[in-house]
Structures are given as C-alpha cells and as structure tokens.
C-alpha cells in the first residue's frame, strides 16, 4: 500500500476512510464517532438559537406570518393574493392550512423547532450522500457551527419556507446517487409546490436525461396549485399582481436585503440595463461550469453536489431579489463533500468566504439593515467563484478514497483533486 493510499485509508472506527490525501489525520480525526458531551453541547446551541427566536420575536416568523395569513383568508373565503407579500404558487396555501388553523402561541415554538429541525436534516442527509456517519465529529460540528452563522439564524428567525428546500436538495441528490430518480423528482415536486426555489435543479434532470423524473417533478407543484385554485377566490391575482411584484425585484423593503449581482451593481452606480446584463452573463456562465461539471462524467457523489450547488448558485447570482439564506440550500452538501479530497471546500476561500456571516463578528459600515447585502454578496460571490472554478478546472485523478463503511459495504470511489 502507497502512503498515499494508507493515509486515505486511516481513520478511527465508525468513520474511517475518506481523508484526502493532504491534511488526511484531521480529515480521519472528523470522521470518527463523536463523544456524547460534543452531541450535548449542540444540541444545546440548537436550543439557545429556538429559545431565543420564541422569546424575542413577537410573530410566527415574519415570512412565515405572509403564508399562514394566506391559508386563513382561504378558510374565510377570501383572495390570499390579495397581500402582495405572499409570493408563493398557490399550492403553499394548502400547505399552509395546517398552520393556521393552530393559535399564535403554538406556532412562536412549532415554526423555529421546524426550522431548526429541517436544517439539521438537511445536514445530516448531506452526509450521507459521502456516506459519512451521523455520529461523527464531523456531523455534530456542523450542527454546533450551525449556530454561529448569520443566515442560519436569520431564517430560522423569519420562518421563510427556503427551509424546506434546505432539507430538500440533499434529499434529492441522495436518492439520484441512489438511482432512485422518479423518487428524486418527486422529492423536488413537493419542494416546488412549497416554495419554487430549486426549479433551478429541473436542469440537473435534463443534463441527466431523467424525463420521466423532470415530469414528475414538474406535475406535482402543477397539480397541487390547479388544486388549489379551484377552491380559491380571485386566483388570477397571482399573474397580475403577485408575477409583476416578483419581477420588478419586489419593492424598497427587500431591495436593502438583495444581495444578487445586478443589484449590487445599481447599488455602486452601474446603470441598471447594464448591471442585469452583467448578471444573466454570470448567471448563463455559472450553468455552463455547471454542464462542465457533468460532462467530465466520473461518478460518484461530487458530480452530483458540484453540479447542483452550481445550477443554484447560478440562479442566486440574477434572481430577483437573492437574500443571505438562498446559500443555506446548498451549504450542507457543499460542507459534507470535505469529506473527499478536490472537493470545494477544499479550498480555503471557501472558508474565508464565510467568515463574514460568524454571529458576532463586526465589520464596519456593513452591519446596517441597509449595508448589509454588500456583507452578503460577497458570500454568495466567493461561494459561486469558488464552485465554478472547481467545475472547470482540469483535475489529476490522485488516489482512490474509501469512503466510510456503512451498511452497503465499502464504496471505493475515484477522487479527483484539485490541489
């Protein structure tokens, strides 16, 4: 056995394997099964972030106020869009029915526990997409860190149904890994028909060539808004009045919160015509790293994350607006792929992109609610960069990782590295 290959190899029991070959002693050290006190002190975190979104918010999560104040004007027989702040398909109101027919108080402690809980899931099942176990270091710091980092906390704060696809995307991916495509389709449907967020991922289906995936994932959210609609008064307020309100980018309270490309740049003085030029070009360049991506063909878990994370961070460079939560979709898969050497977080201005958004880090001029998104952008930026360049850059197959061994057995997939 090479030195490469025993370092990949190392590792404690019950996470051994997926070191890469540089830094291959901390990488075993992570995989190996955590300690009850490490599991305690997150799950302590966890409670602190819900203790004090219940104590200190007065709503049932600001965003998710707009929904459930929906699915109630459908119990009274009203119009639902008739609150231009309700931007969803109209299948979320039924989603939503269950919430409004709970009081205010249950829902200032149902709506952050959910939030909480589905971003766990969403790192957990992220995970396991490199067959990393749930009981490792590596999974129980993510959690802890989980608390310190800004858009964590704020969407947990604001209820925004993005929390849904959090836990979603990794879903998705893992099932594809697992050929389980329809399933996979299915999965991102049901996200669709809650909030429209991963339609960028329909993509991922067609570079894959799944067509009976893609119409599965594109009836379910049809299916349930024509649903919804036939027992909905005024449901064409949704094109005239929700559509243009989206288009436009919304109104002056979000403007100050968008981080995506074009509006940063009117910020900085770009004509506006310019400035969202600027973006579709970074938005059409970022889904061709994406086709890149999959087009090198080696299988595995890493095609799957890095063509998906890069659809979506695509998308986030030219919607309309892009909030700091948006990256939260794609940071558990994007995370848990440090796992296997040539992964993007591999790369430390990943990591260095980050830092801005650690709770109570102060950067002046930049903490104001108005000044903020410039904070955000370059997150988003860095991330996007980071993604694409890991896409397209030429990579020298190194080694063959083990991955941690699970029930499946060993899972001896070739790893491509970018350093």
Same mark, same amino acid.
């Given at each position: 056995?090479? !030195?490469?290959?025993?370092?990949?190899?190392?590792?404690?029991?019950?996470g051994?394997?997926?070191?890469?070959?540089?830094?291959? =002693?901390? !990488?075993?050290?992570?995989?190996?099964?955590?300690?009850?006190?490490?599991?305690?002190?997150?799950?302590?975190?966890?409670? %602190?972030?819900?203790?004090? /979104?219940?104590?200190?918010?007065?709503? *049932?999560?600001?965003?998710? +106020?707009?929904?459930?104040?929906?699915?109630?004007? #459908?119990?009274?027989?009203?119009? =639902?869009?008739?609150?231009?702040?309700?931007?969803?398909?109209?299948?979320?109101v039924?989603?939503?029915?269950?919430? !409004? #027919?709970?009081?205010?108080?249950?829902?200032r #402690?149902?709506?952050?526990?959910?939030?909480?809980?589905?971003?766990?899931?969403?790192?957990?099942?992220?995970?396991?997409?490199?067959?990393?176990?749930?009981?490792?270091?590596?999974? $129980?710091?993510?959690?802890?860190?989980?608390a310190?980092?800004?858009?964590?906390r704020?969407?947990?704060?604001?209820?925004?149904?993005?929390?849904?696809?959090?836990?979603?995307? =990794?879903? /998705?991916?893992?099932?594809?890994?697992?050929?389980?495509? /329809?399933?996979?389709?299915?999965?991102?449907?049901? $996200?669709?028909?809650?909030?429209?967020?991963?339609?960028? @991922?329909?993509?991922?289906?067609?570079?894959?060539?799944?067509?009976?995936?893609?119409? &599965?994932?594109?009836? @379910?959210?049809?299916?349930?808004?024509?649903?919804? &609609?036939?027992?909905?008064?005024?449901?064409?307020?949704?094109?005239?009045?929700?559509?243009p309100?989206?288009?436009?980018?919304?109104?002056?309270?979000?403007?100050?919160?968008?981080?995506?490309?074009?509006?940063?740049?009117?910020?900085?003085?770009?004509?506006?015509?310019?400035?969202?030029?600027?973006?579709?070009?970074?938005?059409?360049?970022?889904?061709c790293?994406?086709?890149?991506?999959?087009?090198?063909?080696?299988?595995?878990? #890493?095609?799957?994350?890095?063509?998906?994370?890069?659809?979506?961070?695509?998308?986030?460079?030219?919607?309309?607006?892009?909030?700091?939560?948006?990256? @939260?979709?794609?940071?558990?898969?994007l995370?848990?792929?440090?796992?296997?050497?040539?992964?993007?977080?591999?790369?430390?201005?990943?990591w260095?992109?980050?830092? =801005?958004?650690v709770?109570?880090? *102060?950067?002046?001029? @930049?903490?104001?609610?108005?000044?903020?998104?410039?904070? +955000?952008?370059?997150?988003?930026?860095?991330?996007? %960069?980071v993604?694409?360049?890991?896409?397209?850059?030429?990579?020298?197959?190194?080694?063959?990782?083990?991955?941690?061994v699970?029930?499946?057995? $060993?899972?001896?997939?070739? /790893?491509?590295?970018?350093?």
């Open positions: 056995m090479s !030195a490469d290959e025993a370092g990949i190899a190392g590792g404690e029991e019950g051994r394997g997926a070191a890469g070959t540089a830094g291959a =002693p901390v !990488a075993g050290w992570l995989l190996g099964r955590a300690s009850w006190p490490l599991w305690g002190v997150a799950a302590v975190l966890m409670s %602190a972030v819900v203790f004090a /979104v219940h104590r200190h918010s007065p709503t *049932v999560g600001m965003d998710n +106020d707009f929904v459930v104040k929906a699915a109630r004007a #459908l119990l009274r027989g009203d119009a =639902p869009y008739a609150d231009k702040r309700f931007l969803y398909l109209p299948s979320a039924l989603a939503a029915v269950p919430e !409004a #027919l709970l009081s205010a108080g249950k829902l #402690l149902l709506v952050p526990v959910a939030g909480v809980g589905l971003v766990v899931l969403g790192w957990l099942v992220s995970l396991r997409i490199f067959r990393v176990s749930v009981r490792s270091r590596l999974a $129980a710091l993510g959690v802890a860190a989980l310190f980092f800004e858009p964590f704020n969407v947990v704060n604001i209820g925004n149904w993005t929390l849904a696809s959090v836990a979603a995307l =990794p879903l /998705v991916l893992l099932l594809a890994l697992r050929s389980r495509w /329809v399933a996979a389709g299915a999965v991102l449907g049901l $996200a669709l028909a809650l909030k429209p967020l991963l339609a960028p @991922l329909l993509l991922l289906l067609v570079l894959a060539r799944r067509w009976r995936a893609l119409a &599965v994932a594109v009836a @379910l959210p049809a299916v349930t808004s024509v649903l919804a &609609v036939l027992v909905m008064p005024r449901p064409g307020m949704f094109f005239t009045r929700t559509l309100f989206l288009l436009h980018g919304q109104d002056s309270f979000a403007r100050p919160f968008d981080a995506s490309l074009g509006m940063i740049l009117t910020r900085f003085g770009v004509p506006e015509t310019a400035a969202y030029g600027v973006a579709a070009v970074a938005a059409v360049a970022g889904t790293c994406a086709w890149v991506r999959w087009r090198r063909g080696d299988e595995g878990p #890493l095609r799957l994350v890095e063509t998906a994370a890069m659809l979506m961070l695509a998308a986030f460079l030219v919607s309309r607006p892009s909030f700091d939560h948006y990256l @939260l979709v794609v940071l558990p898969p995370a848990a792929s440090v796992a296997l050497p040539g992964s993007v977080p591999r790369t430390v201005w990943f260095v992109a980050l830092v =801005p958004q709770t109570g880090l *102060v950067w002046p001029h @930049l903490e104001g609610l108005h000044r903020r998104a410039f904070k +955000d952008a370059v997150m988003l930026w860095t991330v996007a %960069a993604t694409a360049w890991v896409c397209v850059r030429p990579r020298v197959l190194r080694a063959v990782a083990v991955l941690p699970g029930p499946e057995g $060993a899972d001896r997939t070739p /790893v491509r590295d970018v350093f």
